[in-house]
């Protein structure tokens, strides 16, 4: 992102070498589980589990699946399928490579073009991998999951590439070397097995490999505790041990950086997912580059960039937590500690990531959820050392604008292209191909006030596939309860009536430290803006609404959207702000009439279904509906469920009794009571998802059930992974039952 303790390969003779034999943490005492009547159902596959999960799904299926929603899942699939969707693609030697989905293909192709075809309204598609055919030669529902190329070492087009396929859409792939020349599997060649982990090449004959196929130790959260350098015609089991790592961090990586004449090897050891330990290969042993676990860092050529996750104080000088630095590769391999600060974050502004083209440097930043693109040179320093610093101006307000690099490393004139994909609520996305350093009179005049010239021009454009002219989209601000400002967006009619009446969706995550940014979403315009239901008896009673719904997204607290600050401040027994801000967010949206407490829904997934969970249990009485997908409910078992050990350094290790503690108070299935008016809920997931896992899901919805609260309403999907959809079919349909459960509670009552 695991083999017996016997026959281990040593590790390189190095006192600093990465890993330990130590075991996993025990707490000298562990907190008391509450009683748990549904623990049977933690038994994924059983029998008896499948036929509670199908008489589940066939009792909601029978109340959503009405004309109304048939023609509400035709929409979205409409959209999903739509041929004239941006084909995003990736650029490797002379071609463009795409992966797609429509209706003809439901599980995709996996195709490549070229550059002046691609310009082209039609381009002409070379057909690498149909992944239907291959699921129907092979027996088996793959799902793709990307492919990763070796680098010629002749300067040749990339050949050989290693494809990822998941057999059901969850987290552990196949992983499968192919030909793209002669379009087939290579015979002979690498294949592992099924398991979750990574590879990464190092020479034709040669896989760098983390996994826990084939006997490989995993870590307490699944994932692969060992790195080694498989050889061509070998088994895993038989692969030369590189380095392993203790049993209660998170994940081992190893990976190869074929940059030519910067070729290097690397070890990861991913403690949690916000501390981790990196090593360099020199000389066959492990260098560790010296820097605390919570400073993030990459390597690209000459420079180390180092991005800390807290206040990093070092030879007597304070980073900010959120700061990007660089610094000479070698030079701070061999003790120096001369920084270039690149970006230092303030009250409003942070840094979201960073790509290198071949001269330049393009950071993504946010100024208060708004995106920001700044275009560093540091061929050009000033007389302080600081790098020349250019705005690029592709960023309207209230959008979200990505730029990253087309192909760092092409020698010729597409070495300084980027890419921009800009995309807004209201705003169909687009895709434009710059030029960093290009000779226009623009970029003349920048390159004469000390900033970096570019050029650039639109490529493509989404359809539409609503009236947008018709919403328009607003950002306000809701003081929680520590009076904190917290951002949101609302899109809505322009004809909008502040009368408390409008059905209200609000979307949150508040975690990970992952932003909610503007984004245009077909499915959300059809299925819930321009949402109409005349004539129609919805929900408990008789009624109809003729006007459409409100979109509302809310950037709370353990995001990203301000930077580690943002996201820190609601970390472990701090959680309860990322309720709070949400909560505010609802008062707000009442408060100024948008809507009321029996029109608002909220909806979540994964982390985000944790909070629409709390929203459930701590604010009742703010909406009238809930749904809750692929969720976090059980939070003093999270840790023993799928992949939920990763998580400890996000929410707290419910068996240590001092976090037991601060965890219970926002673990949702336990904090159901009986006389409570609960609102009506929706809880959906997915029998393969291996991330999350469907227990939780399901034992919420199971002791709901049991404890008489009515309008609670379970589905399972039997595949799709943590996603919940596999394909375009699939997603649609989930996202029809959301939308169109949410419209029924909430537009129907009186």
């Known amino acids: 992102m695991t083999t017996t303790e016997a026959d281990q390969t040593p590790l390189p003779e190095n006192d600093n070498a990465p890993g330990s034999k130590s075991g996993p943490r025990h707490a000298a005492e562990t907190a008391p589980e509450p009683t748990d009547e549904n623990v049977w159902l933690e038994d994924i596959h059983g029998e008896e589990q499948l036929a509670w999960v199908r008489e589940q799904n066939a009792r909601t299926e029978e109340l959503l699946e009405d004309a109304e929603y048939l023609a509400v899942e035709a929409g979205i699939l409409e959209v999903l399928d739509s041929t004239d969707r941006i084909a995003m693609v990736n650029k490797r030697g002379d071609f463009y490579y795409n992966f797609w989905k429509d209706q003809e293909h439901p599980k995709g192709l996996w195709r490549r073009t070229t550059w002046e075809s691609y310009l082209t309204e039609a381009p002409e598609w070379d057909v690498l991998l149909d992944i239907d055919a291959l699921a129907a030669a092979e027996g088996v529902e793959w799902v793709f999951h990307g492919a990763g190329f070796l680098r010629p070492s002749d300067g040749s087009e990339y050949r050989l590439a290693m494809v990822s396929l998941s057999p059901d859409g969850g987290d552990a792939d196949r992983h499968r070397e192919f030909d793209v020349e002669t379009r087939t599997f290579v015979e002979g060649g690498f294949d592992l097995p099924t398991a979750k982990g990574n590879v990464s090449w190092l020479d034709a004959d040669t896989l760098l490999v983390s996994s826990t196929a084939e006997g490989l130790p995993a870590t307490t959260s699944s994932y692969a505790r060992t790195g080694v350098k498989l050889r061509r015609g070998q088994s895993l089991a038989d692969a030369e041990r590189l380095f392993e790592i203790p049993e209660d961090h998170m994940l081992a990586m190893v990976a190869h950086d074929s940059t030519p004449g910067f070729e290097r090897t690397f070890a990861v050891d991913y403690i949690d997912f916000y501390n981790r330990s990196t090593w360099l290969l020199r000389d066959d042993s492990w260098v560790a580059i010296d820097v605390p676990t919570e400073v993030n860092i990459s390597a690209h050529r000459d420079w180390l960039l180092f991005r800390p996750q807290k206040d990093w104080e070092v030879a007597g000088d304070l980073y900010p937590a959120g700061t990007l630095l660089a610094a000479d590769f070698e030079g701070y391999l061999a003790g120096s500690r001369e920084f270039v600060v690149l970006f230092e974050p303030d009250s409003h502004t942070s840094l979201q990531s960073w790509s290198w083209t071949r001269d330049y440097l393009l950071l993504n930043l946010l100024r208060d959820v708004s995106s920001e693109i700044r275009v560093l040179d540091p061929v050009r320093p000033d007389s302080a050392g600081a790098w020349a610093s250019t705005v690029l101006d592709a960023c309207p307000p209230l959008h979200d604008v990505n730029a990253y690099a087309v192909d760092d490393e092409d020698l010729g004139a597409a070495g300084n292209d980027f890419w921009l994909v800009a995309t807004g609520f209201t705003t169909p996305t687009t895709l434009t ?318």
């Open 433 to 750: 191909r710059g030029t960093l350093g290009a000779v226009s009179e623009g970029a003349v005049r920048a390159a004469e006030s000390g900033g970096v010239a570019s050029q650039h021009a639109e490529v493509k454009r989404s359809p539409s596939f609503f009236t947008e002219a018709d919403y328009e989209v607003q950002q306000h601000f809701a003081v929680s309860e520590d009076g904190t400002k917290v951002p949101y967006f609302q899109v809505a009619s322009k004809d909008l009536v502040l009368d408390g009446q409008n059905p209200t969706q609000l979307s949150g995550y508040g975690g990970f430290e992952i932003s909610r940014t503007p984004a245009y979403s077909g499915s959300i315009g059809r299925a819930w803006l321009e949402r109409r239901t005349q004539g129609v008896s919805l929900a408990d009673g008789p009624g109809s609404h003729s006007r459409g719904g409100v979109y509302v997204v809310a950037n709370i607290r353990g995001g990203g959207e301000y930077g580690p600050s943002w996201h820190r401040a609601a970390l472990q027994e701090n959680r309860h702000r990322a309720y709070e801000d949400f909560a505010a967010v609802a008062r707000d949206l009442i408060s100024r009439g948008v809507t009321s407490r029996q029109r608002l829904g909220c909806v979540g997934g994964s982390n985000g279904g944790l909070l629409v969970g709390n929203m459930l249990t701590q604010y009742p009485e703010l909406f009238g509906a809930v749904s809750c997908g692929v969720p976090l409910l059980d939070m003093r078992r999270y840790t023993k469920l799928s992949a939920g050990y990763s998580w400890i350094a996000e929410y707290g290790d419910p068996d240590v009794p001092e976090q037991w503690e601060f965890i219970r108070t926002f673990s949702p299935y336990h904090l159901l009571h009986d006389g409570v008016e609960y609102p009506e809920t929706f809880i959906w997931t997915a029998t393969s998802d291996d991330r999350v896992g469907p227990v939780q899901a399901r034992k919420m919805a199971a002791r709901m059930q049991a404890m008489g609260i009515p309008n609670v309403w379970f589905h399972e999907a039997l595949e799709g992974g943590h996603a919940g959809a596999s394909d375009n079919r699939q997603a649609a349909a989930l996202q029809a039952r959301s939308n169109h459960f949410l419209w029924r509670s909430l537009a129907g009552s009186n």
